[in-house]
T-cell receptor, first 111, second 118 residues
């Protein structure tokens, strides 16, 4: 089965960049996603990347994909207090719509 | 992107009772997914609900405990039966993008139903 791993915690100073890392094991992954979950809220899709891409940038967010190493990262530039949340990495295999999630990285932004 | 509405947003239930969660989507989708997020944990897929056929359950989840209905292309329900404290979780509905046959759209989630068992 699929296995997605993330570091559990990240503390970053306001204004600095945050980098959240994720590794996965399924070489047939076609799409990889980053979701954000704020306290008491549902999942918000932040960004996603197709497996044939190695980078995607969307305003303050940069996703890097190293398919050879099965490594995905999310960089948040100029991190703000509103970025404090749990960030989930997820992968989708082939034509299957099911997603496998990592355990989530809790990002804490300190002043 | 699809707009997903879940009801109720939260509930507190007695042991042994059942709770039915509703998921309404503003566009037609062939697949709807139900996930569970136990306290402090990640999301686990419970089942895939397809219109016109029985739901497909993941390992560790059974129809008797989590019956699902999918009467049309915009609506589904998940029932959590014979509730016990271990069922205290967030239950989330998810759909793949906007159109029923698009395969390259990201999945979107409802805000979830927070269930606590007394």
């Amino acid at each position: 089965g699929e296995d997605v791993e993330q570091s559990l915690f990240l503390s970053v100073r306001e204004g600095d960049s945050s980098v959240i890392n994720c590794t996965y094991t399924d070489s047939s992954s076609t799409y990889l996603y980053w979701y954000k979950q704020e306290p008491g809220a549902g999942l918000q899709l932040l960004t996603y990347i197709f497996s044939n891409m190695d980078m995607k940038q969307d305003q303050r967010l940069t996703v890097l994909l190293n398919k050879k190493d099965k490594h995905l990262s999310l960089r948040i530039a100029d991190t703000q207090t509103g970025d404090s949340a749990i960030y989930f990495c997820a992968e989708r295999e082939g034509g299957d719509y099911k997603l496998s999630f990592g355990a989530g990285t809790t990002v804490t932004v300190r002043a | 992107s699809a707009v997903i509405s879940q009801k109720p947003s939260r509930d507190i239930c007695q042991r042994g009772t059942s709770l039915t969660i509703q998921c309404q989507v503003d566009s037609q989708v062939t697949m709807m997914f139900w996930y569970r997020q136990q306290p402090g944990q990640s999301l686990t897929l419970i089942a895939t609900a397809n219109q016109g056929s029985e739901a497909t359950y993941e390992s560790g989840f059974v129809i008797d405990k989590f019956p699902i209905s999918r009467p049309n292309l915009t609506f589904s329900t998940l029932t959590v039966s014979n509730l016990s404290p271990e069922d205290s979780s967030i239950y989330l509905c998810s759909v793949p993008g906007q159109a029923p046959l698009y395969s390259n759209q990201p999945q979107h989630f409802g805000d979830g139903t927070r269930l606590s068992i007394l």
